[in-house]
Every structure is written in C-alpha cells, then in structure tokens.
C-alpha cells in the first residue's frame, strides 16, 4: 500500500477474517484479514497483543496498521501451527 488511510478510510474499512495463530501450545499473533474501504484487501499480523485479546482490540490495532506507518504482513518464520478463525459473526463489521 502506497498511502496511509485517513482514521475516517481505516473506519469504513472491514474485517473479512480474524486468525489467533498459536506455535505448539504457544499463542503467537493475530492475524487479520481486512477489506479496505479502498477496495483493496490486506493482510496483517497483530504480536502486540495477547491471546485473550478483545474483538475491539484487534480493530485498535487494524486501525494502527492502516493508519501509522507499520508494515501489513510479516512473512511468518516455518514452524509447526494451528489457526483457528475467531469471531466469525463479526465478519464485515465496520473498524470503526
């Protein structure tokens, strides 16, 4: 992505899917998922939270991603992990 969004374009931006990564019994990162209220899809690892993390959380922290100056995926290191896809009900709710 080129351009940062405005708090008001990360706000209409989306959630398409929502990942707690864990590696072996260890939680690792959220990984989330986002339709940009550009059109575009982007993808984002979250490793400042914790595993317990809120809903409302992770859109803080989606919202940080689009708008300050973080990187959107880290290419994550080969280890044995599972993903399970949280807060389903939630998918197309508005970041902000």
């Known amino acids: 992505m ?4 405005t708090v008001a374009q990360a706000q209409s931006s989306s959630i398409l899917e929502v990942r707690k990564i864990v590696a072996g019994d260890t939680f690792h990162s959220w990984k989330v998922q986002i339709s940009g209220s550009d059109g575009q899809e982007y993808r984002t690892r979250i ?10 959380d992770i859109k803080g922290a989606a919202m940080a991603h689009l708008t300050g100056s973080e ?7 080969a280890v ?3 993903a ?3 807060f389903t009900d939630n998918i ?3 970041l902000g």
């Open 2 to 5: 080129a351009d940062l969004f």
């Open 47 to 56: 490793k400042t939270l914790d595993g317990d993390a809120s809903l409302d």
């Open 71 to 77: 990187q959107y995926y880290v290419k994550p290191t």
């Open 80 to 82: 044995s992990s599972s």
């Open 84 to 86: 399970t896809a949280k």
């Open 92 to 94: 197309g709710d508005k």
